[in-house]
């Protein structure tokens, strides 16, 4: 018998529990209320935790939406976008929320330290979110523009784009 590496079975069993759902444009609707952890290991209820100002949500699926994140983190920064921005590992599926600490242990490794509390992680509820903005085209970030009430007033799903960017910059204050 075969040696079966234990990724390909442990890649398997995560791709076998994850539901898809078809993209939808949450434009108008509060975002869910959800929970989540920051890197810095505190609790969130979300929305709630964004009140008060104008906020940008980077939402990813699966590992390699990290690529449309940062590329949307850098326009940002470079085109002086003036708004609070969290990046939402939304996994949804039993053995994610087994593997949550090694997976957030690897994130950490790969994330500066003064970056830690603007990652919050959602596993209980991250097929509610998946759900609410369609998990279609999974590569590519959810870009949510939260008001001062959490309400989505922009969201793009679409992979990163200028044009894309110049929206969002145009709606902050």
């Known amino acids: 018998m075969k040696w079966i590496p234990i990724n390909f079975i442990f890649a398997i069993l995560l791709s076998g529990c994850s539901t898809t759902y078809p993209n939808t444009k949450p434009v108008g609707k509060m975002f869910p209320s959800v929970s989540g952890e920051t890197l810095e290991k505190k609790s969130v209820q979300m929305p709630t935790y964004f009140q008060g100002s104008q906020t940008l949500l980077l939402v990813g699926y699966k590992q390699d939406t990290q690529f449309d994140i940062d590329r949307w983190l850098i326009g940002l920064d470079m085109s002086g976008v003036k708004v609070k921005a969290y990046e939402l590992p939304a996994i949804q599926g039993m053995f994610p929320r ?19 509390g ?8 991250g097929e509610t979110v998946q759900e609410f903005t369609g998990n279609e085209n999974a590569n590519n970030a959810r870009v949510l523009l939260l008001d001062e009430m959490g309400k989505i007033i922009y969201f793009y799903d679409r992979g990163f784009s200028v044009a894309a960017l110049n929206e969002v910059k145009a709606l902050t204050k």
């Open 118 to 125: 603007g990652v919050i992680t959602i596993y209980a509820d």
């Open 98 to 116: 087994m593997f949550s600490t090694v997976i957030d242990n690897g994130m950490r490794k790969g994330i500066p330290k003064e970056l830690w």
